[in-house]
């Protein structure tokens, strides 16, 4: 149990929506990081929120946006869905933005795009 | 973009077998980390390695970096089925401060 909960943890959508996956993070982390996970494959950066402000972005399209809360919890919008947006998205806390320690990850949302 | 190249992608052994996982590349970590991810979970830390030729044990596991920071090893010592996972590197570069660049991974299948 790292207390980071995701949900939902399972989900399907068409080509064209619209999701929004929600991450609550450990009590105490300021710091929220978002990845995808495809199938077979390592984690891919997607962004990081620090202190309600995006913290550094990986090389993912603008379609793919992402909020944090007052509560340092977390949300994760993919706009115009693909088929390859398929994937294990994980949400990871921890503390202190810039300086790199050990991320706390949840159990990721499963995301299927028909 | 800075790549970090697991291998083997796949190892299937025996249970008491000893195995060894790499995490190669070509540009220099400011720390390396690595995870096992368990079906449906998420990565948990296992160890976090930061200084070059830098070794750490956890009970059968053992890190190891690389002199130049820019590789390392993990040694499992007479494996057993409960080591069954997906074991991953990740690093971070001196020049991408708070982004954790994984590997691709190393599926281990561990049998009785």
């Known amino acids: 149990e790292t207390g980071v909960t995701q949900s939902p943890t399972h989900l399907i959508k068409t080509r064209g929506q619209q999701v929004t996956l929600r991450c609550s993070s450990q009590s105490g982390h300021n710091t929220v990081s978002w990845y995808q996970q495809a199938l077979g494959q390592g984690p891919q950066f997607i962004f990081q929120?620090?202190?309600?402000?995006?913290?550094g972005r990986g090389n993912f399209p603008p379609r793919f946006s992402g909020l944090q809360f007052p509560n340092y919890s977390s949300e994760l919008n993919v706009n115009a869905l693909e088929l390859d947006d398929s994937a294990l998205y994980l949400c990871?806390?921890?503390?202190?933005?810039?300086?790199?320690?050990?991320?706390?990850f949840g159990e990721g949302s499963r995301l299927t795009v028909l | 973009t800075q790549l970090l190249e697991q291998s083997p992608q796949f190892l299937s052994i025996q249970e008491g077998e000893n195995l060894t996982v790499y995490c190669n590349s070509s540009?220099?970590?400011?720390?390396l980390q690595w995870y096992r991810q368990e079906p449906g979970e998420g990565p948990v830390l296992l160890v976090t390695?930061?200084?070059?030729?830098e070794v750490k044990k956890l009970k059968r596991l053992t890190f190891q970096f690389g002199d130049a920071r820019k590789d390392s090893s993990l040694h499992i010592t007479a494996a057993q089925p409960g080591d069954t996972g997906l074991y991953l590197c990740?690093?971070?570069?001196?020049?991408?401060?708070?982004?954790?660049?994984f590997g691709g991974g190393t599926r281990l299948m561990v049998k009785p």
């Open positions: 390695v930061v200084t070059g030729g």
């Open positions: 990740a690093g971070y570069y001196n020049n991408a401060g708070n982004m954790l660049t």
């Open positions: 929120y620090y202190r309600e402000e995006e913290n």
């Open positions: 990871a806390s921890s503390w202190g933005g810039n300086r790199p320690g050990e991320l706390f």
């Open positions: 540009s220099v970590f400011s720390s």
